[in-house]
C-alpha cells in the first residue's frame, strides 16, 4: 500500500500530523471537525514514523477536547486501507451527532475507564464549587445538590464496557435464575448512522467479533426494528444473507450473528 498516497489523501483532505503519538510509533493526524465544536477527527495513519512505511490500516475516530485541552476519545477507531478512507472519514465524521451529549455542559460524554460513560469535561467535579470553571455561574446549594444526584443515577444508569475479555453477555447470567424460561428476546440500541460491524454468539456465549473485517453504516431502523445497513466492507466469510438485520433475537437459536456498533457503546440486553 502507498505510503505516498495515502499521505495525498489525508493532505487532500485536510489532515496535519502530529509531532508525537503517545500510543505507538505510527504517525497521528488531526483537523477540526466540520460542524462540531470542540470535536476533532484524529486519523492513527499507520504510517511508521520511523522508516516511513506503510504498517497497517488507517484507523478513524472522533476525540472530545475538554476544558483541561485534554482529548477524550467519544468513537471507537474504525480501519480502513486507502480505498475506503475518504468515505470512511465522513462516516466518522457524521456519527459525531450520535455521541451523547452531556446535558449540563453540552460537552460530549466518552467511556471512562471505569466503564462509565461520563461528561468529557467531568463538569460534576466542579459542582462542588471548589474548582473554578468557565462554565460555572453561582448556583444556589439546592440546585448543587439537584445535579450531584442527577449526576449519580445518570452514572449509574450508564452502560458499562468492560474489556472484551471479561465480557458476560447478559444472556450468560440468565439461565440459574430462571431456568424454566426457555427463551428470551434480546434487544439493542441501534440507530441511523451507527458504524456497525458483527459478533457472533453461541448458546450465549460470545464467540466471534468481526470488527476489521465487515463493516457497515446504519441507514435506518423501522418500527419493527428491522435494520437497513449499508455493508461498505465485508473480508470475513460470511454472505450477505448471513448479515444480522434486526435490532433484536431470540435466545432459542443456537448461533445468533449480531449487530456490533463501534460508533458508541450500545449493549444487548434482555428486553423488557
Ligand atoms: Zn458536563
Not at 489525508?10 to 509531532?19: D, M, N, S, T, V
Not at 460534576?124 to 464549587?129: E, F, P, R, V, Y
Not at 440468565?174 to 439493542?188: E, R
Not at 470475513?236 to 449487530?259: E, I
Request: charge should be positive; proline fraction near 3%.
Amino acid at each position: 500500500m502507498s505510503v505516498v498516497q495515502r499521505k495525498a489523501m489525508l493532505k487532500a483532505e485536510g489532515f496535519f500530523p502530529h509531532k508525537k503519538n503517545a500510543k505507538g510509533t505510527t504517525i497521528i493526524y488531526s483537523r477540526k471537525h466540520p460542524t462540531a465544536k470542540f470535536v476533532r477527527v484524529v486519523i492513527d495513519s499507520g504510517i511508521d514514523s520511523k522508516t516511513n512505511k506503510v504498517i497497517k490500516n488507517a484507523g478513524v475516530k472522533l476525540c472530545f477536547v475538554n476544558r483541561q485541552k485534554s482529548w477524550r476519545e467519544i468513537t471507537a477507531e474504525v480501519s480502513t486501507d486507502n480505498k475506503g478512507l475518504v468515505s470512511l472519514i465522513k462516516k466518522v465524521e457524521d456519527s459525531e451527532k450520535f455521541v451523547k451529549t452531556c446535558k449540563h455542559c453540552k460537552a460530549k460524554k466518552f467511556t471512562a475507564k471505569s466503564g462509565n460513560v461520563v461528561c468529557a469535561n467531568a463538569c460534576w467535579t466542579a459542582w462542588g464549587g471548589k474548582k473554578k470553571s468557565q462554565n460555572t455561574t453561582k448556583k444556589s446549594s439546592q440546585k448543587i445538590v439537584a445535579q450531584k444526584k442527577a449526576a449519580t443515577t445518570q452514572k449509574k444508569k450508564s452502560q458499562k464496557v468492560t474489556p472484551k475479555s471479561q465480557r458476560t453477555y447478559p444472556l450468560n447470567k440468565k439461565p440459574q435464575k430462571k431456568p424454566q424460561k426457555k427463551s428470551q428476546k434480546i434487544v439493542a440500541e441501534i440507530l441511523p448512522g451507527d458504524l456497525v460491524s458483527v459478533e457472533r454468539v453461541e448458546l450465549d456465549i460470545f464467540k466471534e467479533d468481526y470488527t476489521g473485517r465487515i463493516l457497515g453504516i446504519v441507514m435506518s431502523v423501522d418500527q419493527f426494528g428491522k435494520v437497513n445497513v449499508n455493508w461498505t466492507a465485508n473480508t470475513s466469510n460470511l454472505q450477505s444473507w448471513d448479515m444480522p438485520f434486526t435490532n433484536h433475537y431470540n435466545t432459542a437459536h443456537r448461533q445468533v450473528l449480531r449487530f456490533k456498533v463501534l460508533s458508541r457503546s450500545v449493549e444487548w440486553e434482555e428486553a423488557a
